[in-house]
């Protein structure tokens, strides 16, 4: 949950997940105390609020995940891969039980900004009333953790796990990033007095792709061949 306002939606979500047996709550940056009003909420689901993480930003809290996906209510300027509830449930199924995953809700007033959206590889939207179409956010992570529980509830044999055995972290995936852009900076690829949508453009492409941690490698040694080339050149 990024950036929290209200305490009661922290206990409600911590509610929501305990009922639906998701247990791992993290708070990005929450503008709220965690205390009576959210331990209220919560219900039976203390624990949940009790083993909570808090972290200073999302990049921070996904960084050991694989599979991202932001829960929004809006349609975006640069159009991000999208996936239904169930289909979010599915791509979660198709993981080994290693593979880490988070599922990231926005503010109460403002939902996720464009950075925080570029972090995740997908965004899911629920489906509403098309006149009153955003849900309360603990309302939200309660049918996104039901279609969750309803597909665990029916396992199926031909799971992908394999071909996701050793899925790129965020944290590699940013690393890449942050190499790429380098690298384009310096051939002038990227102008960086008008960069436009290009750094968000080519985000858009390789989380599309759900890369593993080896084809990562690939790519970055293929940036680190041009940045020899070019100081071999000099
Ligand atoms: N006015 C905000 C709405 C935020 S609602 C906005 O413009 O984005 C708080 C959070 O609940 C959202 O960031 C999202 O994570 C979740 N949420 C609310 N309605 C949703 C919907 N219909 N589909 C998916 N997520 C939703």
């Not at 891969?81 to 809700?105: G, H, M, N, S, W």
């Not at 489906?127 to 992570?141: G, K, T, Y």
């Not at 858009?204 to 020899?228: A, C, F, P, W």
Request: charged fraction near 20%; aromatic fraction near 6%; proline fraction near 4%.
């Amino acid at each position: 949950m990024v950036g929290t306002t209200h305490p009661g939606n922290i206990g409600a979500a911590a509610r929501a997940m305990h009922n639906m047996s998701v247990s791992s709550l993290v708070l990005v940056e929450p503008k709220c105390p965690i205390g009576e009003i959210a331990y209220a909420r919560a219900s039976g689901a203390s624990a949940i609020l009790d083993n909570r993480r808090t972290t200073a930003s999302l990049q921070e809290a996904v960084r050991e995940c694989s599979l991202v996906i932001a829960s929004s209510a809006r349609i975006r300027s640069l159009p991000w891969p999208e996936v239904t509830p169930q289909q979010t449930a599915e791509k979660i199924r198709e993981l080994d039980a290693q593979t880490r995953v988070a599922l990231v809700f926005g503010r109460e007033h403002s939902g996720l900004t464009n950075a925080e959206l570029q972090l995740c590889h997908y965004m899911v939207n629920i489906p509403a009333n098309p006149e009153f179409s955003s849900l309360n956010v603990a309302a939200a992570i309660q049918v996104l953790c039901y279609e969750i529980f309803k597909m665990n509830a029916n396992p199926v044999e031909d799971r992908q796990a394999i071909a996701r055995e050793c899925a790129a972290t965020s944290h590699e995936i940013e690393g890449y990033f942050r190499h790429l852009e380098q690298v384009l900076t310096t051939t002038q690829f990227l102008d960086t007095e008008n960069p436009g949508l290009l750094m968000q453009r080519l985000r858009r492409l390789y989380q599309r792709l759900e890369m593993t941690r080896s084809e990562v490698n690939i790519l970055r040694g293929i940036l680190s061949s041009v940045e020899k080339y070019r100081s071999r050149s000099e």
